[in-house]
């Protein structure tokens, strides 16, 4: 429940808990509500107090999408995928509103993280349904399932 996990956090807040994790899954709840401004400035305050936070450019990202801001939402995932970039949801979530080319070096960086055995299969799952979806966007239909299939199956 998005309205009482923002009470609990601003008690949090409140009491003196004034940590970016806070501040991002605030802004998490209050962007759930609807109430974007808010949720906005939440995660800027997260990303001032923190940096190199890469989940708050992440969650931040997400909720530009959503209004259509995408350029600044590319550039959030960008740095998200800088500061943590062995995790695959940053790729996943920003190829919901990025289209690829096949000479761009995300997709290559993409390709070779997938690749990569040392992975974490949480990694693994999220990249895999971005690289998908790159095949698609691409229109390289062939590969598609090459990185779907072992997504699904990490999903189960």
């Known amino acids: 429940n998005p309205a009482a996990a923002e009470e609990v956090l601003e008690s ?15 802004a998490e709840a209050q962007a759930k509500q609807g109430r974007t401004e808010a949720a906005r400035a939440g995660f800027d305050a997260a990303i001032a107090a923190e940096p190199g ?16 801001e995408f350029a600044a939402a590319e550039a959030d995932f960008r ?10 949801e940053h790729y996943r979530t920003m190829l ?20 990569d055995p040392t992975l974490g299969d949480e990694s693994r799952m999220h990249l895999g349904f971005a690289l ?8 390289a239909h062939d590969r598609v399932f090459t990185y779907l299939r072992p997504a699904n199956d990490l999903m189960r």
């Open 132 to 139: 998908s979806r790159a095949m698609e966007q691409i229109k």
């Open 96 to 115: 919901a509103t990025y289209k690829v080319t096949p000479d761009d070096p995300l997709l290559a960086e993409m390709e070779a993280l997938f690749d």
């Open 79 to 88: 740095q998200a995928i800088a500061l943590d970039p062995r995790n695959g």
């Open 12 to 26: 949090a807040l409140a009491a003196g808990h004034d940590r970016a994790i806070i501040r991002v899954r605030l």
């Open 53 to 68: 936070f890469a989940l708050a450019y992440s969650l931040r990202g997400m909720l530009l999408q959503t209004l259509g």
